[in-house]
């Protein structure tokens, strides 16, 4: 895509050039003087040689200041700007267009399990709540932003734009659009993250990477759960997957605007349906687990749902939420101060 835009780019300069070299006899000629009467005049000879090399200098001048303005412009208006959403050389991925999903990111090594991949700062963030109207309130964030980064933002992709307006005149409703598709947790608020946002979905074990904020730091982490081979698409996943697939896929649809093809909601039927119930049921035994807390459940049974999910989620490939299981684990361990359980939920883990 990039070197295709720089050839555009040659080509409107030179174009610019040759209008330049149009414009030099044109302008001056009409500095030259008319006046025949004093044709013969030596006086008249000195200052028409004047004006003419005044008038040729201002027409090359101008030739030249209108070229370099037709360049400007064009680096102005059509020089691609910085890709923004691309991250460095060296990285671990390139932004490619993938068939039928528009844009993804496509590892160009292996990349080892735990490996960082990405680490981005919003472009800008909102709280939960605002006093003000939303949309006033994204545009007036946006208007902070830098000139590469509204365009990455302008790049991201919409769905659910309100049918009476035209997103191409109400640029503040394309922005608030742009803004519910594409906004991620971060820390008590949301934010935008063009550069992540170019990782596509998968549900369950269908995704590789994972993202979590940091808070104190103001930067967004992407880390690799499994090992992704050179040429694999990275994936994270943009909601909790633990249901169905034909819940997850109209809750996608409706949100993201996309029919999940993930490698998960691709499983054959029977395959689909095993998922599903493993997936029904370690979200059943987180829902008992989160009981413990006000003592619905004893810390044995905790523990007890704490294996289950583990083992379901050793079956179904899914194993991205082990690091809360793990430490809300030693948390129960820790409360019943129970030496042997303790030791017990470690093995476990
Ligand atoms: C990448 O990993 C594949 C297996 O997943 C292996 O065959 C290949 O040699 C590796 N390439 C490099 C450059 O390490
Ligand atoms: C926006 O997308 C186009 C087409 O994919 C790309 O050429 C351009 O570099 C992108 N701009 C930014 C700022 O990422």
């Not at 209108?66 to 923004?84: E, I, M, W």
């Not at 991250?87 to 990111?105: E, F, L, N, R, S």
């Not at 044995?300 to 079956?315: M, T, Y």
């Amino acid at each position: 895509m990039a070197p295709q835009t720089r050839r555009v780019l040659k080509q409107e300069k030179g174009h610019g050039a040759k209008t330049a070299k149009k414009q030099s006899p044109v302008s001056s000629s009409t500095v030259l003087p008319t006046d025949r009467s004093a044709a013969n005049s030596w006086r008249t000879a000195i200052i028409q040689t004047l004006l003419l090399s005044i008038g040729l200098s201002l027409g090359l001048f101008y030739a030249w200041y209108s070229g370099a303005g037709d360049a400007q412009k064009v680096l102005v208006n059509q020089r691609p700007p910085p890709r923004y959403d691309e991250v460095a050389v060296g990285a671990a991925y390139a932004v490619v267009d993938i068939p039928g999903k528009g844009k993804g990111a496509i590892a160009t090594r292996n990349i080892s399990r735990g490996e960082l991949i990405l680490t981005e700062k919003p472009l800008f963030t909102v709280p939960p709540t605002i006093q003000t109207s939303p949309v006033e309130f994204i545009k007036e964030k946006l208007a902070l932003t830098s000139e590469p980064q509204r365009w990455a933002f302008f790049n991201l992709s919409y769905v659910n734009f309100p049918k009476d307006k035209d997103p191409l005149r109400d640029v503040d409703h394309l922005a608030f659009a742009i803004f519910e598709t594409n906004a991620v947790r971060a820390g008590k608020e949301v934010g935008v993250f063009p550069r992540m946002a170019r990782l596509n979905h998968g549900c369950s074990s269908g995704f590789n990477t994972v993202y979590s904020y940091r808070e104190t730091e103001g930067t967004l982490y992407i880390h690799a759960i499994k090992p992704i081979a050179v040429g694999e698409e990275l994936l994270t996943t943009y909601t909790d997957t633990k249901k169905p697939r034909h819940q997850r896929r109209s809750f996608l649809q409706q949100t993201y605007g996309f029919g999940c093809t993930c490698s998960v909601c691709s499983l054959p039927e029977a395959e689909s349906k095993a998922s599903d119930s493993r997936l029904s049921a370690m979200a059943a035994n987180w829902a008992r687990f989160a009981k413990w807390i006000d003592g619905t459940i004893n810390g044995v049974e905790a523990i007890e749902l704490v294996r289950e999910i583990w083992k379901l989620g050793d079956e179904e490939g899914y194993g991205s939420e082990r690091g809360r299981l793990a430490a809300d684990a030693v948390w129960v361990a820790a409360g019943h101060s129970d030496g042997s359980r303790k030791k017990d939920s470690f093995k476990a883990l």
